[in-house]
């Protein structure tokens, strides 16, 4: 069983930056591309970024691009999400996820992926 836990959320002043880390248990996380999905309060699951299973590739929602960076490191198992110049309305509940197929491509879609932590809060004050 693959477990994903999620750190790094608080709050912080529009403008300000937080570093996301995800650590996934298990000896296959190199084999599996990750991503980065968000949800604010009534409002549906979205995807924020995605990085294939090398991190040789990376995809963004137009929303953070610019703004937010994701990367891995294979050897640690895990995955980080960088988010600078933040902005009110990037506060939400941001969960990391791992895709169902291994050595697949970058999915943007929430049932790509069939692994997902707990979640970790961002607040954004104006």
């Known amino acids: 069983q693959v477990q994903l836990v999620e750190s790094g959320g608080g709050l912080v002043q529009a403008g300000g930056s937080l570093r996301l880390s995800c650590a996934a248990s298990?000896?296959?996380?190199?084999?599996?591309?990750m991503g980065w999905f968000r949800q604010a309060p009534g409002k549906e699951r979205t995807f924020v970024a995605a990085?294939?299973?090398?991190?040789?590739?990376?995809s963004y929602a137009d929303s953070v691009k610019g703004r937010f960076t994701i990367s891995r490191d294979n050897a640690k198992n895990t995955v980080y999400l960088q988010m600078n110049s933040l902005k009110p309305e990037d506060t939400a509940v941001y969960y990391c996820?791992?895709?169902?197929?291994?050595?697949?491509?970058?999915?943007?879609?929430?049932?790509?992926?069939?692994?997902w932590g707990q979640g970790t809060q961002v607040t954004v004050s104006s």
């Open positions: 298990g000896r296959t996380f190199s084999s599996y591309a």
């Open positions: 990085i294939n299973w090398s991190g040789g590739s990376t």
């Open positions: 996820a791992r895709a169902r197929t291994f050595y697949s491509g970058i999915y943007s879609t929430p049932s790509e992926y069939n692994y």
